[in-house]
């Protein structure tokens, strides 16, 4: 485990400040291993037409890709505002070991941002949430899950 | 808005079938629009390096690609399972219409996918979370968020 490094999240806080100057959104990040910058990023959603592309998506994907792995075990991700509930779920999946933010989701709900929105979402019932959801034909789809209960080959994450 | 059309499904449910066949996660997706399939996918997170890369974020990125677009307004998601709260966000941030999903996070706990401790993680305060995560330098962060807020040209999502 690393001690907290400020040149990492200035490093983050520069990118989310040239990202707003280039058209993208106020957020950037970095991850780092080993005393190391692995990748750095910054939110390109309407730049690249795609909503997933937060800074911590972003740079998750780019140290994976450089990393040529899908668990990044052993790494820090420094990012310019808590994640969001899709990047904090991206930052579970991919197993990094420590979060650093600077903005919070109140900071972000008050430039017109989600976030906070979409944590209160995540906490209810599905049936109380303002996209409708519906389940059908569980039946059916969980072949797939017995299939893969029962492949002995397979690569797990 | 459309009527539940078991066709779609059908459609995910065999994405996440031929995945687990190709060696991907079992999982897959379909987004609508006007009565046609726009995108369909399926999980290739071990395939391609990408912990993001969910059959609901694939498929997202997809929709998007082909309609030139980061608003899925108007459009409807298929999803084999229910998504996990990286795919929720993601599906919240591309503001689709409606989910239907098909297995649920109990059978996703029950082959060994962390669906249902992520959701558990995101609901506590974030001192309690598995993944150690501090505030730092807000100040220094903020003048990201203030240049955002007195620009008159953004592209607002």
């Not at 990023?41 to 909503?51: E, F, G, M, R």
């Not at 994907?61 to 899709?86: Q, W």
């Not at 109140?106 to 303002?130: H, L, M, Q, T, V």
């Amino acid at each position: 485990m690393e001690n907290f490094n400020s040149d990492y999240m200035q490093k983050a806080i520069d990118l989310s400040v040239n990202s707003v100057q280039s058209g993208g959104g106020p957020f950037g990040a970095v991850i780092v291993k080993n005393g190391k910058i692995i990748a750095a990023n910054s939110n390109s959603v309407t730049k690249n037409n795609d909503p997933t592309a937060h800074a911590e998506v972003n740079t998750i994907r780019e140290a994976c890709r450089i990393l040529e792995t899908f668990d990044l075990s052993g790494c820090e991700i420094y990012t310019s505002c808590e994640p969001c509930p899709m990047c904090l779920g991206a930052i579970y999946w991919a197993r990094l070991d420590k979060i650093y933010f600077a903005n919070n989701k109140a900071d972000a709900k008050n430039i017109g941002f989600d976030d906070s929105f979409i944590y209160e979402e995540i906490e209810k019932p599905i049936d109380k949430r303002n996209i409708k959801t519906i389940q059908v034909m569980r039946d059916e789809a969980i072949i797939a899950f017995q299939m893969w209960n029962e492949k002995t080959d397979k690569i797990e994450y």
